[in-house]
Structures are given as structure tokens and as C-alpha cells.
């Protein structure tokens, strides 16, 4: 498989958000022992849920129902998609008639259910960038630093941490995708964040996978001490295998975590947390032209994946500390892995995966 075929299935998973999003305002390896910086928790990792609250296709009822399952499950935090152009479409002016309240709305609804909350923050707009495309980074990065700065004091109690951009590794997310561009963005948000909320925690961009190479030039352009918090996108290149696959040993495995604590202990990093902010395995049919990214599990396989994640985390690799599934609930049917890869169905009836993961977290067996 050729890694142009890989980002394939991302490419496709993922299209929806882009347009969806605020659309009105989306080898064999031996793990290292723990840094003594990292805790390892007595379950393994916290665990949370992508929830895309902010899209305009869900209701306050379903919102409403997706928390409240979520947390009766045991999630601890809930990740959250936030555009730019929602809050801020004018230069100067941000929207204090709507998106601003609106997002007010979302992130209490996660807040008063005594969820954690990570919002993820990207989307630039016009006026920032001069181009309609929002995977542009904007010409001046201290206007993106005004603008989570704004964010981070407006809702320093509701939210937690703050991810700077997307997957920033693919032209998906950032167009084009740099690792030296992207530090940049980092180095101007990381100061705006701490000045907006002392106590949020800067999460770095989420690579899609497990992608070392990224993050070393991102280190060699200066990004080491502008994040609190490592984050990778940790799914299977081969959508249907479980966690612990080794078969290869390179960015499409979730084993390649190894890989990432080395290059951090390199850097001087060995201490730092680890995040997944997005895993997870999609739960519908395959025919014999499913491509190996987009191969789907039973939902009983799906539940099984979970568990054996989060143990195999906290027994090889703790510095692992918070994963976020994607995604909360499936978004359609059909054959494309992030449409099914939901805790709960399109209906909001939850799968077994929720029920698996609430008996993990409670410790039955």
C-alpha cells in the first residue's frame, strides 16, 4: 500500500467536515518505560469523544443526547471543532449576534455536564488569508493569535486545552501542508493562548497518523516549548485490524507510538504528554473492492478494539494520557470509514462500543 493510497481514506473520511462545519456560521517494537514526568493512570488513558456540536445539522436535542450518553459512559472530555471564520468573519469584528453566542450555547451544554473540552481551532477567513480557502493559513499569524486569545479568556471555564489547527500534515487541513509554516502558527498561538487562559493547556496540530517526520521538522523549526501537549491521529492503516498490529512498523500502525516517544526523548521532550485526539474503527460491510483504509468491523469487534486499546496503552505506553474516538455517533451509512465509526449509530442508539467502554472504565470484567 502506498501512502497516496493511505491518504486516500482520510481524504474521503474526512470531506464532510469541511464542508459541514460551522456551514452556516467541522516490526515489532518494544515501548519505552515512562518518563517519571508522566502519570500513568490507574485505567489508562482519560477518554473522550470528537463531538461536532458546532455543525448546524444537529439539533439541541441530539446535542443533548450525544453528551449525556457520552458521559454516562464515563467520557471525561469531548473534543470540539471550532472555525475561525465562525466567530470572527470580519476583520476587527467578531460576532457577538451569533456565532459567538452560538458557540457560548454548545460549549456550556459540555460544561454544565461536567465534561472536559478540547476545541480544536482552524478555518481562516477572507479576510485574513485573501483567499476563499479556509485550509489557508492566514498572512499575518498574530491575527490568528488575537483571535484564540479572544477565545481562550472568553471560555477559560468551559474549556480545557486548545489544538492549533487540524491534521496540518495533509493538504486536507492546511493548503499547503508545512512544517515550517505551521510552527509558525504554533509559535504565535502558544503565548496568545496562555495570555487568553494561564491554565488551558496548547495541544499541537494532530498529525494524520503517526507521522515522526512531520513533527521532527516541526521541531527543527522551533516548535519545542510552543505546546503543552503532543497530539497524533492514531488510526490503522488498515482500517480493520486491532491496536496492537505489528505486521509493519511505520506512521499507519498504532505501535509507531514507540517511534514518537523516541524521537521526543530525542528532543528533549520525553516528559510531555501524548494525546490521541482522533482513533477509532469504522463498523459496516466490506466487498472484495473495499480498499484496506476503509475496511469496516462488526460493532462486537469495534467494542473489542476499544478495550484492547486503552489497555494496551496503559500497559506499553502510558505517556499516552487522553484519546479522543471519532466519532461521538455515525454521521450516514454506507462504506466510508469516518461516516460509521460512531459510539453510537446514526439514530443516536448507542453501539456496544459504548456499553464495553462503560463497563472497562467502571472496572468489570
Known sequence: MTKKAVTVRIAVALAMAVTALVAPLSFQSTAPQADAAVTRASSGPAFGAQFHGTWANMTDAQRDRVLTQLKNAGASW???????????????????????????????????????????????????SGSSDTHKLPRNMNDYAKAIKFAANRWRTQVQAWQVWNEPNTRDFLNPPSASNYTRLLKAAYPAVKAGNPRAQVVFGGTMYIDTKFIAKAYAAGAKGKFDVMAVHAYQGNAALGPEASDRYDEYRMVYTAALIKLMRQKGDGGKKIWFTEFGWPTHGNTRSTPIWDRGVSEKTQAAYLVRTLKMLKSRFPQVTTVFWYNSHDRSSGTKSARTQG??????SPKPALAALKCYLRGCR
Not at 109 to 126: C, D, E, I, N, S
Not at 343 to 348: E, H, P, S, T
Open 78 to 128: 469531548v473534543r470540539i471543532d471550532l472555525g475561525w471564520t465562525a466567530i470572527q468573519p470580519t476583520r476587527g469584528k467578531f460576532d457577538m449576534r451569533w456565532g459567538v453566542p452560538f458557540v457560548d450555547k454548545v460549549l456550556n451544554m459540555a460544561h454544565h455536564r461536567g465534561l472536559k473540552v478540547l476545541v480544536m481551532f482552524w478555518q481562516t477567513p477572507k479576510w485574513a
Open 343 to 348: 459510539l453510537m449509530r446514526r439514530n443516536l
